[in-house]
């Protein structure tokens, strides 16, 4: 009996799958397109409706406002648009408004693009703009980078396509800060739904957000920057670097874009399946020195120490030369970038010259040097989510140790060690800076006496009167010579020593066109791409 | 029975009450503050305090911790320091996702693990049996993630086979999909993305079945009746099945509902390899972003699944096997 | 310890072996002291190599040469090739054992102390002891020991003597059910009820009487524990939790390596295939001191 009821499920089962089919119903569907392109010449190429991109986190809060992680920014990029856009030179071009003027050091007026619509059909006001910036400046709205917008006193509507930016003084560096989204009024004022379902003006509208698996667009057909070229983009979530590259490698994405690892670059930099494209990115890689440590705060100690890191040898054999030697705080991408700072070139016996000139000599034989019988010390700290910098904290213990440096390292997680920066408790700190838009953005807050993030607690008066100068004057030849002065003087001391500059990678199939690699790491330039099969 | 369930679920409350207050305690003892990770690099210090303030940080641990039990008393999971989004809502869109893997991961390991347990039994000591014997030990001696790594290398990037990373639509959903067109399509596709981590999570849970299988059928083997049955002439292959098997499905039940807690904990490590959507990344996720919340609820939830499956892994082993209950 | 407690504890389901001829006894015992054999070979390799590293050691284990970084296996003298400082693998593998050996025994080790004073406690005293103890034995267990471990670590900070404990702290529960079941048990013998009656203190039947009657499943659980901590270190250490440099076990090698995977697969195939070689090592030991002690108690 029970055998006779077996084989009834069984013959019942077989019976289910011989009559399934296996076929992929997407490619069925567009049959009728695949025959016409068949007899070649019809159309000549034909172009894939969707370009599947690699994300390595996935996105916090999708509103621009709220946004601080770089997946919610790559998000931003294709669903909303700001007033103005930086190009590849980091200069402001048009986008929400179309010209802007300064009347006076404290006064913005800015021209709005007209016909405009969100991407749910309502047409784009100039209450859009003031509700956005009156958000992002009210305390408790806890918008992360407040305090770049700190200088605006009011925003005013003039009219439907104009408004008035009231500033408490002069800010030089505004414009490089209002690319940020603009979002629409009537949707925002219902309380907290932009986070998860953004509604901008800008190439592309998301469609749905898988959680931690993948993020889906659809183009904006009314975009009023022209329909974007590729139907279809989804990021995916894919934390792992190698794993991401090998997804590239598999063809299950298209496209990925720097965090990536040095030594997966170097490897499809040989395939010809796809393109590499570098540019120098936004961002440095320093190491922080802690003033108010007693060792640290010599500055020959710290001048000591920058003799014993080869910068070049962290670029191109950890970095395989994905980012590149740095001197000062002031990028290669910035306009105020100067290559005539102070060196201190790698050199291990003027080191120890240093330190015996500081008053450190190994005394007691035991291979450490010393000073009134006190070892020199240190602890090198970093995070651990960047398998990179562990490498150069492990690599630079070695170089410390060898020379008589008692060298720990410790490798927290960010939280971790962000916080105990934050606190100033650590000697020497690698860390990096991103989106540095500007030479205020690379330094106001990180050498300003007073500053958040001053973490090694640097003080020096004439700086302090530099930057705040910086900010106040608006000729970009004087404000070029203003950073370039604090540039040298902050290397001089060696508050920071700047080991890296950093690079971005973009790495796609060769049959992806269009696409330009952009230093903020943007990806609004997919709206031009196009994947030809 | 019912009673005995009714006590087993009384017993949970003080179980669930000590987790929320260990993992509470845990949470707050590690250092990085929830708020200066929400903010970001460029917060000052002062911006730092006005989120901690709002989000109550700055009350004493007890008082925190008195809140946290009293909206958990009232179901309330909280809200997500990161998403912005209610915990319960975020651990509910995870859930699926890894009890989808683990359940998979199961099935796999007691496909692999059944044969081969049995045919180590039955052939015991030959060549058969060390061959199979030793695949178990070498299934718990690896770590995870450094298998679930070479099956990538192979099969996504060398063959391209599978895909390297994600999941594919819900199982269930593509099931549906396949049996509304008789299309096998969508269940493949599905497949394809679920079989490789499933295969890295199923192989140590394998290895510990094969064993469990082994020595409990060896137990059985060695009863009087099989012996007698054997010695009766009745074909070996039916004894083994029918007898043997089913007598020695006991102990196999155990250990499959305890793996399938132990799935659960795995499934921490598979899909940050794999990249998988489940909530073993959300809870990595949340606690490199010291989103408390989201780490909270979603323990808890893993520990009341954890208990459940205990309970019914109780629950079959009763039923299977009524002499214990009267004991 | 009816069925009321959770079926969290593999040991209570194993069955041993009962009435079996004295062929097969004798047939089982060869294989079983065969795993015995194999195992303890294996793991006496690893002890020696980590013992006389220095002499097996081909290169200095923390030299760095940068311009000789991911060297393949059998280039320049490196047997294995070189890390990504260029450090020699082989011999970074070989003083490896000596970290990996040391969270596996030291950890094993405090969880151990723990466990076992625990159970003795809760076996032995009974009441609300026990009630306590073993409710947070169920606490333990109901969420994925991981987890714990990763919180844990977080909690103390990275370094290996925070790994070590943090892995003493999640893995004592096994060793307190053991020794309380046997406790127990033990209890209620006549040769304890003597031990009482002729006035022996508690601590005299707890050490003398009672403890030398669990060892035998205290020590299969311990060393089959030395695997899990191994590949426990390995999956923190993987998940950015682990060791701090320059200190090295294989977990941190293999996982570090596993970033160069593509290019230098040797980083990470070696460290694991000596993670899977030891661990094996332990379970092929610890399975057959079981098998062994379970039929010779029968």
Known sequence: MKKLVWLLFLSLFLVLVAGCSYENPESASSEPEQSGEEGEGTSDTSTADIIKVGLDVDAGSMDPRLAKDTSAARVEELVYDGLVRLNANLEPEPALATEWENPDETTWIFTLREDVTFQDGEPFTAEDVKYTFDTILDPDFQAPYLSLYEPIKSVEVIDETHVKFNLKEPYAPLLSYLDIGIVPKHIAEKGDVLSSEPVGTGPYKMVNWEKNNQINFEANEDYWGGTPKTPKITYFIIPDNTTRVAALESGDVDFVHSPLSPQDISRIEKNDEFKVEKTQALGFTYLNYNMKNEILSDVKIRQALSHLVNKNVISEEIYQGMDSPGKSPLIPASWAYTDNVPEFEYDPDKALELFAEAGWEDTDGDGILDKDGKKLSLTLSTHSEDPNRIQIVEYLQNEFTQVGVETEVLTNEWPTFSTSLMEGNFDIGLVGWLNLVGPDRAMYNQFYSDSGSNYGKYSNARVDELLEKGRRVSDQAERTKIYQEAAKIVTEEVAYDVLLYQGYIAMYDKNLNGFEIHPTGSLYGLKDAELTN | MMTFVGKRLLQLIPVLLGISILVFLLLHLIPGDPALTLLGQEATPEDVERIREILGLNEPLYVQLFVFLKNLVQGDLGVSIFQDVPVLTLVLSQLPATLELAFLALVIAVIIAVPLGIISAVKQFSWLDYVSMFFAQLGVSMPVFWLGMLLIIQFSVNMNIFPSFGRGDPLVESFIMTIQSGNLYYVIESFKYLILPALTLGVMSAAMITRMVRSSMLEVLNEDYIRTAEAKGVRSFWVILKHAFRNALIPVITIVGLQFGNLLGGAIVTETVFGWPGIGRLIITAISQRDFPVVQGSVLVIALLFAIINLVVDLLYALINPKIKSN | ?298
């Open chain 3, 1 to 298: 310890m009816a069925q009321l407690e959770p079926a969290n504890n593999p040991e209570h389901v194993t069955i041993p072996l009962k009435k079996s001829s004295k062929v097969k006894d004798f047939l089982s015992l060869m294989v079983k002291s065969k795993s015995v054999l194999i195992g303890g070979i294996i793991v006496l390799i690893v002890i020696l190599s980590a013992i006389f590293a220095p002499l097996i050691a081909t290169h200095d284990p923390n030299e760095m040469e940068m311009s000789k970084r991911l060297m393949g296996p059998m280039e320049e003298g490196h047997l294995l090739g070189t890390d990504n400082y260029g450090r020699d693998l082989f011999s970074r593998i070989v003083y490896g054992a000596r970290v990996s050996l040391e969270v596996g025994v030291v950890s094993v080790s405090v969880s151990l102390l723990i466990g076992v004073t625990l159970g003795l406690v809760a076996g032995y005293y009974g009441g609300w002891l026990d009630n306590i103890i073993m409710r947070t034995v169920d606490i333990v267990l109901s969420f994925p020991v991981l987890l714990l471990a990763i919180a844990l670590v977080a909690a103390l900070g990275p370094g290996i003597d925070n790994v070590i404990l943090a892995l003493g702290l999640i893995y004592w529960t096994n060793y307190a059910r053991i020794v309380r079941a046997n406790v127990m048990a033990l209890k209620e013998e006549e040769y304890i009820q003597a031990a009482k009656t002729i006035g022996s203190s508690d601590f005299r039947i707890i050490f003398y009487n009672i403890l030398p009657n669990c060892l035998a499943p205290i020590i299969v659980v311990a060393t089959l524990g030395i695997g899990i901590a191994i590949v426990a270190e390995a999956t923190l250490s993987f998940l950015g939790l682990g060791i701090q440099p320059p200190d090295s076990s294989w977990g941190w090698t293999l996982s570090f390596g596993m970033k160069f995977i593509r290019d230098a697969a040797h980083l990470s195939i070696y460290p694991g295939l000596a993670i899977m070689f030891t661990v094996l090592g332990f379970n092929l030991l610890g399975d057959g001191i079981r098998d062994l002690t379970d039929s010779k108690t029968k």
